[in-house]
């Protein structure tokens, strides 16, 4: 007769097999779509490609759309929602209104992606090949993708506006606690700070640091003010290149340009101002190879935060839209 310790070890063991095999948990895989979509990786690419090669800044747009879908509910696809009678969406949340774009890059892709392989390609997984398409084109590193996620069926204003994600205001500790909640180090944190190496942002968002802060470099803060005017209100939208030297390769300028204080926000130059941060910045600023492998474990990692699997969520037909 089994005694009550190895009865309860048992029972545990169904309880772990249970969960295993439940038809809700999944994990993702770098081949899930191997049998069911083969041509997902080349159709994705040929419409980014196009899309970079009209605008190197879109590159740095879809990157971007990754990031602050991850970190609101996970990785499944919600920023994509436009606000429908039950639900207001993230599009217009503060760190997302006037601010994050290349939808209709996207709805290409999920078009091109639905004439290949018809329902089988969710919405959120085309963001993440998009995000390392976008990086690999730019001449930054490759990385297999990890693939699986579903979409969700709504998306949360007061999610992506609760302040999970970090604003360009950010502290360093700010900027650390935000990051861990999600699951990703300090080091994650500044790898990923590197995409930076790419894009653009808006005059109302560097403001403040080019006329008000010291830690920045007399000559880079003039030239950057001539297109950002002091009153605010005033040249809102204007745009400055986030890495002064070339903006549009992914490289380790981002992180040279920091040393020099050239950071263009507040959170970027934080990184490299007598914090816990600044070895890592030096590291990335001189090695090329340490910065793209860290890059791209975090990538993977931000990939990875709460995913739809499995029976959970589902395969939208339009992105903008639940089924």
């Known amino acids: 007769m089994a005694s009550s310790s190895s009865l309860g070890v048992m029972c545990m063991f169904v309880v772990v097999i249970s969960i295993l095999g439940s038809s809700t948990w999944a994990a993702l895989s770098t081949d899930f779509y191997s049998k069911s979509c083969p041509k997902v990786f080349t ?7 196009s899309a ?20 609101v509910n996970g990785c499944d696809g919600s920023i994509l929602l436009d606000d429908t009678s039950s639900f207001t969406g993230e599009k217009t949340a503060g760190p997302n209104n006037n601010s994050v774009r290349g939808f209709e890059v996207v709805d290409a892709i999920k078009a091109l992606v639905e004439k290949v392989c018809p329902g089988v390609v969710s919405c ?12 690999v084109i730019l001449g930054g590193p490759d990385w297999d993708v990890k693939l699986g996620r579903r979409d969700s069926k709504t998306a949360s204003f007061s999610a992506a506006n609760s302040g999970v994600i970090p604003p360009p205001t950010a502290t ?33 968002l ?10 920045i470099d007399g000559s880079f ?21 986030l890495d002064v030297e070339t903006q549009n ?7 040279k340009n920091l040393l020099n204080k050239k950071g263009l926000l507040h959170s970027d130059q934080i990184l490299f101002n007598g914090g816990s941060t600044d070895s890592l910045v030096k590291t990335y ?26 029976s959970n969520g589902e395969i939208r037909k339009n992105c903008r839209r639940p089924n």
């Open 43 to 49: 159709t994705v690419e040929s419409v980014v490609e």
């Open 52 to 71: 970079v090669s009209k605008e190197p800044r879109m590159g740095a747009s879809l990157v971007r759309l990754f990031f602050h879908d991850c970190f």
């Open 124 to 135: 959120a997984d085309i963001l993440a090949i998009a995000a390392r398409d976008s990086v």
């Open 172 to 204: 360093l500790g700010q900027l650390i606690n935000r990051f861990n909640a999600r699951g990703l180090s300090a080091k994650d944190m500044v790898a990923l700070s590197g995409a930076h190496t790419i894009g653009k942002a808006r005059c109302a």
């Open 206 to 215: 560097f403001r403040d640091r080019i006329y008000n802060e010291t830690n």
């Open 221 to 241: 803060a003039k030239t950057t003010q001539s297109s950002c005017p002091r009153t605010s209100g005033s040249g809102d939208n204007n745009l400055a290149p």
């Open 249 to 255: 390769s992914f490289d380790l300028k981002y992180f």
């Open 285 to 310: 600023s001189s090695n090329v190879k340490t910065f793209y492998s860290d890059f791209v474990t975090a990538m993977i990692k931000m990939g990875d935060i709460t995913p739809l699997t499995g």
